[in-house]
């Protein structure tokens, strides 16, 4: 699991081993200390400050090279102040089951 955390400006403050392979090509670990929205296009990156202003959460699956990849993007907080975004993505199966549960 690739997780990647910001600081309430958008600041990349954290990446662990596995973000920091994963952006290998963006820059891998020297992306800490970087604005995350410079990261991004033009759309994602309305929405992701969309997402800061109003500190929302945001799921979605991609595919990329014939993997398939859950992204969690949501607000941390530290003594219930906002700090900032914690990025998790991480492969699911392509047939996934899903279960109504009662």
Same mark, same amino acid.
């Given at each position: 699991?690739?997780?990647?955390?910001?600081?309430?400006?958008?600041?990349?403050?954290?990446?662990?081993?596995?973000?920091?392979?994963?952006?290998? /090509?963006? #820059?891998? *670990?020297?992306? +800490?200390?970087?604005?995350?929205?410079?990261?991004?296009? @033009?759309?994602?990156?309305?929405?992701?400050?969309?997402?800061?202003?109003?500190?929302?959460?945001?799921?979605?699956?991609?595919? /990329?090279? #014939?993997? *398939?990849?859950? +992204?969690?993007?949501?607000?941390?907080?530290?003594?219930? @102040?906002?700090?900032?975004?914690?990025?998790?993505?991480?492969?699911?199966?392509?047939?996934?089951?899903?279960?109504?549960?009662?």
């Amino acid at each position: 699991m690739a997780i990647t955390v910001t600081d309430q400006g958008g600041k990349i403050i954290e990446m662990n081993d596995q973000a920091i392979k994963l952006f290998t /090509k963006d #820059g891998g *670990k020297e992306l +800490i200390g970087k604005d995350v929205l410079d990261c991004h296009p @033009e759309a994602a990156r309305k929405k992701l400050a969309d997402m800061m202003q109003e500190e929302t959460v945001n799921y979605y699956t991609i595919e /990329k090279n #014939g993997i *398939k990849k859950m +992204i969690c993007q949501v607000p941390w907080y530290q003594d219930k @102040e906002f700090k900032g975004f914690v990025e998790l993505s991480f492969e699911i199966p392509f047939d996934l089951p899903h279960f109504v549960r009662k």
